[in-house]
T-cell receptor, first 116, second 115 residues
């Protein structure tokens, strides 16, 4: 089965705290792709990062960092020194193919509230 | 840079009416996807098109149909609307040629309210 689990439904932190959003995936494919998207209160889905199954190198982009571990099927996302503008719902997604083209299976999302 | 365009942004319909949602993908993108996001839910895949041909189908009701036209824009047609169809409908586009590696770019969504 192809599945993405985001066990944290909602997280609240105080500004400047670090926060990690968890993502666990299931797939039988040997080649697969993982993504993180941000959905702010305005509703649009904003692409944050992509990772393919052959690239376990962790990545840092400003205050954002991602930890991909195939051994635990996890692709976690950390925000350092959180800001109020980080408040949003964050979705982890697995790109899967059933007929040659790809579609996303999303996790249920984690709502992050950053309090001033 | 050009983004995915969706129209209308908001739509209010009565039960049993029909609705048509439009999507204009990013230029040169060859794959279009439709997703439905209910209140407090994650987006669910409905249907996709690659080079104007339907390429995959998800949990799309039989009351819904979609197509992609020669100019690559896509339309999602919804008939016999039900209260449960109230949701945010996203269109996304990508370059399909590289498979699942290329990210999907999402439009702003159409918020459909069925009364």
């Amino acid at each position: 089965a192809q599945k993405v689990t985001q066990a944290q439904t909602e997280i609240s932190v105080v500004e400047k705290e670090d926060v990690t959003l968890d993502c666990v995936y299931e797939t039988r494919d040997t080649t697969y792709y993982l993504f993180w998207y941000k959905q702010p209160p305005s509703g649009e889905l904003v692409f944050l990062i992509r990772r393919n199954s052959f690239d376990e190198q962790n990545e840092i982009s400003g205050r954002y960092s991602w930890n991909f571990q195939k051994s635990t099927s996890s692709f976690n996302f950390t925000i350092t020194a959180s800001q109020v503008v980080d408040s949003a719902v964050y979705f982890c997604a697995l790109s899967v193919s059933t007929s040659g083209t790809y579609k996303y299976i999303f996790g249920t999302g984690t709502r992050l509230k950053v309090l001033a | 840079a050009a983004g995915v365009i969706q129209s209308p942004r908001h739509l209010i319909k009565e039960k049993r009416e029909t609705a048509t949602l439009k999507c204009y993908p990013i230029p040169r993108h060859d794959t279009v996807y439709w997703y439905q996001q209910g209140p407090g839910q994650d987006p669910q895949f409905l249907i996709s098109f690659y080079e104007k041909m339907q390429s995959d189908k998800g949990s799309i009701p039989d009351r819904f149909s979609a197509q992609q036209f020669s100019d690559y824009h896509s339309e999602l047609n919804m008939s016999s609307l039900e209260l449960g169809d109230s949701a945010l409908y996203f269109c996304a586009s990508s370059l399909g040629i590289a498979g699942g590696y290329n990210e999907q770019f999402f439009g702003p969504g159409t918020r459909l309210t069925v009364l």
